[in-house]
Structures are given as C-alpha cells and as structure tokens.
C-alpha cells in the first residue's frame, strides 16, 4: 500500500483555486446558490442603510445648523464670539450635546461650528457633561432650551 498525495483532477483544482480567491469549496450548483443569497442579502441591506445615506447627513446638518441657531440664542452668544471663548464652555458643550443628541453630524462639525479645538476635546467635554449632570451654572434661558430639545 502506497501512502502519499492523491492527484487533483482537473474539477477539483478548479474549485481549490477558486477556495484560495475566498470563494466556496464545493460544487458549481452550490457556488450559484451561495452567490444568489449573498447577493439577496446585500441588495436587501443596502436600502435600509439610511443613517449613513446623504439625505440622511443633508437633513442632520441642517437640523444642527438650526439647533445651533437656537442654542446660541438661548445662550445669549453670537457666532463671532465663539473664538474668545475656552474650547470647554461649558454654555459651548451644552450646545454641542443638544447637538449631538439630536443628529448625527460628526465631532469634527461640532469642533469647528463651536470651535472647540478638536473633535476629541468635543468628545472629552460631551462625556464630563454627561457624568457630572449639573447644569446651575448654565443661564436660565439656556436650561429652558436644553430641556425643550429634551437633554
């Protein structure tokens, strides 16, 4: 008895190449029927993607746009004040939460809308926001705001 590596007919080491390219192991039926259910899958999840689609970021950063208007009011600041002001206002954070929690626009957008140096400073000042939860040092008509846009 002869022990050793059986040769590969030709079938077979079609189908191993093919098993090397990252595709399946197996016959030509079921090659077709694993493409058509990857393809289903994929045309099915594509349409329900809308949090990443651009009518999706249109809408949001307009929505922002609008909170931003409303939030810089309510706090009784201008937009050509922002630069003078510490990346850490605290009337500066509570804006971009409000932001933050009602849309999806990116940290980058918050930073450079309410100048705040750095998306992760935006992120470092959302989190402390969050974890201390006092808001007494805020004016009053900025508190009313952020508790009609309900955060």
């Given at each position: 008895m002869k022990c050793?590596?059986?040769?590969?007919?030709?079938?077979?080491?079609?189908?191993?190449?093919h098993l090397r390219r990252g595709w399946y192991w197996g016959?030509?039926?079921?090659?077709?029927?694993?493409?058509?259910?990857?393809a289903a899958t994929l045309t099915r999840?594509?349409?329900r993607n809308?949090?990443?689609?651009?009518?999706?970021?249109?809408?949001?950063?307009?929505?922002?746009?609008?909170?931003?208007q409303e939030g810089?009011?309510?706090?009784?600041?201008?937009?050509?004040?922002l630069h003078r002001l510490r990346g850490s206002d605290r009337r500066k954070v509570a804006i971009a939460?409000?932001?933050?929690?009602q849309t999806?626009?990116?940290?980058k957008w918050l930073a450079e809308r309410l100048v705040m140096k750095s998306p992760a400073n935006v992120s470092q000042q959302l989190r402390r926001f969050g974890i201390d939860g006092k808001r007494s040092d805020l004016p009053l008509s900025l508190r009313s705001w952020l508790f009609f846009v309900k955060i």
């Open positions: 050793g590596l059986v040769p590969l007919s030709r079938e077979m080491d079609a189908r191993c190449s016959s030509q039926a079921f090659g077709e029927k694993m493409l058509k259910l990857v999840s594509a349409n809308y949090r990443s689609s651009l009518e999706r970021k249109a809408h949001d950063t307009s929505r922002a746009e609008q909170l931003l810089l009011r309510a706090a009784g600041l201008k937009a050509q004040e939460r409000a932001i933050s929690e999806l626009v990116p940290q």
